[in-house]
């Protein structure tokens, strides 16, 4: 059984700060040749107080941290985090290569918009690097629209750029 909860406990912490580090091994994995790059946007997004301190950066109502269960195990993970203006920014998606095809990435991609929603944002951005050709594929299919905003310093210059209105989005 898939369940998708808010990450609350620090046992919960725990569990997606090893999900987040598999996220950033699968990274490097994947793109090896932006090795350099991907430590330099680790850096700026201050990427390790975070994931250790994630129940005070990404919980409301500035932020949320969704954590996806299969049967009772830590699979996948999915942050939010207000960029102001009534704009948040979905980030850090992360699917156990084990645990691809079950529905957890769109079930983390809809509870996210869901509570974003809820939490009073109307848009919400993202960036996903070029050959996320998977998670691309996913967040098109969930109405993210290409996005022209203007890219800030934690984005690579390849990144692509999307976003949703949350306001008007059919359910």
Known sequence: MLDIDPVRSKAQADEVYELAYEFTDWLRGRYPEMAKEI??????QKFDEQIREVLIHFT?????CLLAR???RPIGIL????LG?????????FVRPSARGLGA????VEELKRRARDMGF???????LPRHHEALSLYRSCGFKPDDRKRDAGNSDNAVLMAIDL???SE
Do not use: I
């Not at 942050?79 to 207000?82: A, I, N, T, V, Y």
């Open 85 to 93: 203006g009534g704009v948040c920014e979905m980030n850090r998606m």
């Open 60 to 64: 409301p109502p500035k932020g949320e």
């Open 79 to 82: 942050m939010l985090k207000d």
């Open 105 to 108: 990435g769109r079930a983390l």
């Open 39 to 44: 430590d330099v946007y680790l850096r700026h």
């Open 70 to 72: 299969q049967d009772g």
């Open 167 to 169: 306001g008007t989005e």
């Open 122 to 128: 109307r848009t919400m951005t993202l960036s996903a």
